[in-house]
């Protein structure tokens, strides 16, 4: 008598269980109509390769968006998420697509910083996730060059500089002579391209430095940093 009293209650938790968490495909009974799917979109911002200075890419949910969908054959259609604020989920027709995914750094997404594009097919009752990758507008346009450098307090900065790497010799000066430990500063409308950033200094009688590759994309901030100890001076 137990084991029946046992067995009903264990039954029922089964079903119900298997209930809430359904098997398979999603389909027109989830609120899907018929011959469509959905695509959940996945955005991914790139910060670039280590030991290079590549811009400072602000994190997904500080973009807003424009997403255009491509059918197969067809011409570019731009799409709102649905449901909640936060949301890409995107109900379509079945079939093959290409995305578009715009990123702008102002709600009225007229300044394009970013774009990433993904192909993928749309089946019947089915979820599929679309993993996106945005990488920085690289063709025109100027960006913001941030740098600091921290090195022992009897030091000096003797100079800091950049020039672009296909004419080193356009060298521009951002510090000389600096002096207390910490320099810091900003350097906008820089032009988009790849610079290369020279640290000079000395702390008597010995001198230090170092260069890094930067990379200035188009309405995005560049961040270089150099620090130094006294262990790094030798003398000439």
Known sequence: MKQTMIAIPLAAVLLLAAC???LGPRGPADGLPEGTGQVSVDLRSNDGPARTAYPDMPVVADFAYKYFFTPAGGSALEKIPEGAYGSRAFTLPVGTYTLEV???NDTAKTNQVAVGTASFAVSAGVTTPVPVNLLPET???SGTLNYTVTYP??????SLTYAPVDT?????????S??????????TAVPVGCYLVIAQL????????NSEVVYIYQRLSTTVDFIFTAWDFTTP
Not at 178 to 185: P, R
Not at 202 to 209: A, N, R, V
């Open 20 to 22: 809430q968490a359904p």
């Open 102 to 104: 715009r990123a702008y």
């Open 139 to 141: 063709a025109l346009g």
């Open 153 to 158: 307090a009897t030091a000096t900065l003797t």
């Open 168 to 176: 080193p010799l356009s060298t521009t000066t951002l510090e000389s």
């Open 178 to 187: 600096a002096t207390g430990g910490f320099t810091y500063g900003t350097v």
């Open 202 to 209: 000395s702390d008597g009688g010995k001198t230090t430095g």
